[in-house]
């Protein structure tokens, strides 16, 4: 894995998939999943499960891996990383925002905030269509997280 690889979680409340976690960031307005970057000899599963911990204090479940996203930069024709996305659940664990002025909070899946990032809706939606086996898709500069 490249440094530049990273490993999201799409939380949801409970089987209904009706809410989802999202994490507002410190650093900018924005909500985002729960997630970041895999570090070296990491696995992105554990990945997931250790940013979702760092992120929100809770100890989750991974269902299924939904697929991984090739970021592509079309300015200089390059990858710049993958980012791979999975559907888990909160197991146990109260809110404990990872950096002072993060908040987390449960939205339901048909009216995520307005700052929610264009790639994080992208995201829940794909775990909500897909049910095959896990997708490779490319995305469009537009949608690239926001670092």
């Known amino acids: 894995m490249s440094q530049k690889d990273g490993a999201f ?3 949801f409340r409970d089987e209904t998939k ?3 976690f999202l994490v507002l960031r410190s650093d900018k307005p924005i909500w985002n999943l729960p997630g970041g970057g895999i570090e070296n000899n990491e696995t992105p599963e554990d990945a997931a ?17 939904i ?8 300015a200089t024709g390059g990858v710049w990383n993958h980012v791979h996305l999975f559907e888990g659940n909160v197991v146990s664990g109260t809110f404990k925002p990872e950096f002072p002025g993060c908040e987390g909070a ?42």
């Open 106 to 147: 449960w939205f339901p899946v048909d009216k995520l905030p307005n700052s929610a990032m264009p790639v994080t809706k992208t995201r829940i939606a794909d775990v909500l269509e897909h049910q095959g086996k896990p997708f490779f898709k490319q995305y469009r500069p537009e949608l690239r997280d926001e670092r």
């Open 9 to 11: 979680v799409v939380l």
């Open 67 to 74: 697929g991984v996203y090739e970021n592509i930069d079309f």
């Open 18 to 20: 009706s809410e989802v």
């Open 49 to 65: 499960i250790r940013e979702a911990f760092e992120e929100t204090g809770f100890d989750i479940a991974l269902h299924r891996k």
